[in-house]
């Protein structure tokens, strides 16, 4: 069998997100190692596709007759159980979860279950599912009824990059990194900043304002509420030079997430010896060691302000958190070996 696979991606692959950043840097990996990577673009709409866009897709999806492996990113394949089971008895398919498409925070109980029964009917139509983490492996097997000997952990690659070195002077840079969407937790960290004004601090927000626009006008209202519009910005989508600015600008990373599948943003702040505030929502303590970090509960706020506090104040734990991310970011695993893990995988199938 030819070195050849197809990779379904719903929306732009183009996207400034984890998830495609994933998708996109295997795929180079993959066509470096030799590997020819058809892309398959299945539409826009996804994880939530009006019945014209599942249509869509699914006619895209069964289009191509060939008998090569075919990789579908999670977050369209956990809503098209339907062309999965289809394509499972005519080729090798390849599920990619970044995260189960449950756990999006903001969903109804009926939505989630909605999604979660979804996604198990289409998980059980793959010949293997990659999770990016552990802790991803394991909601798979327990919750999605994926046996063991289907699941493969690929967990991303981080670029090698310049330890951050701020910018001095009295007032602290917080950074944190991520979409303005509700699983990122942006409200929980205005609620636990705002008990923290007699602190010398800014917060920048880098990441997409255009996913979710209520969630966007959400955070601005919060942000206004508590009297913070000089304290805290948010730059929207930013270039990868830009990010890296900020990244070394910065003296503390801060995300109050309550669910990761891995937490790329994460592994990003240890990538640049950052000290790091966080959560343990999710796979974010298998991603992030505890010496680099002080993790809370996600969405308890006053857990968050005191980890805050007590980082912001001490100049000594914001130093020794910055030595455990430099320790940590030399174990950080590059995108040339996660490339090369994903290669391995597909071997399997021929």
Known sequence: MARRIAFAIPGDLATWTGGYVYDRRVIAELRRLDWEVDVVPLGDGFPMPSKEQIAEASRRLLADPSDRPIVIDGLAL??????????????????????????ETGLTREMAKRLRDSERSALASTHIVIAT?????????????VPRDRLRVIQPGTDRAPYSTGIGGRRLQLLSVGAIVPRKGFDILVEAL?????????????????????????????VSRHQLEDRIRSTGKVSSDCLATHYARADLFVLASHFE????????AIAHGLPI????????????????????????????????RDVMESEAARHALAAGA?????????????????????????
Do not use: N
Request: glycine share 8%.
């Open 78 to 103: 956990g809503v098209l159980p339907e062309p999965a089971a289809s394509l499972h008895s005519a080729r090798p398919v390849v599920a990619l979860v970044h995260h189960p498409l449950a756990f």
């Open 133 to 145: 983490s552990d802790a991803t492996a394991d909601l798979l097997r327990d919750r999605y009824d």
């Open 261 to 268: 599948g891995y937490g790329m943003a994460y592994a990003e």
């Open 277 to 308: 505030v966080g959560t343990t929502g999710g796979a974010i303590p298998q991603t992030v060691p505890s010496t680099a970090s002080r993790l809370v509960p996600p969405g308890d706020v006053d857990a968050l302000a005191k980890a805050l």
């Open 326 to 350: 430099r320790a940590a970011a030399a174990a950080l695993p590059s995108w040339a070996q996660c490339g090369e893990k994903f290669a391995r995988v597909l071997e399997e199938l021929r």
């Open 194 to 222: 705002a008990g923290l004004t007699d602190l010398s601090w800014q917060l920048t927000i880098v990441g997409d304002r255009s996913r979710d626009p209520q969630a966007v006008e959400h955070l601005e209202a919060l």
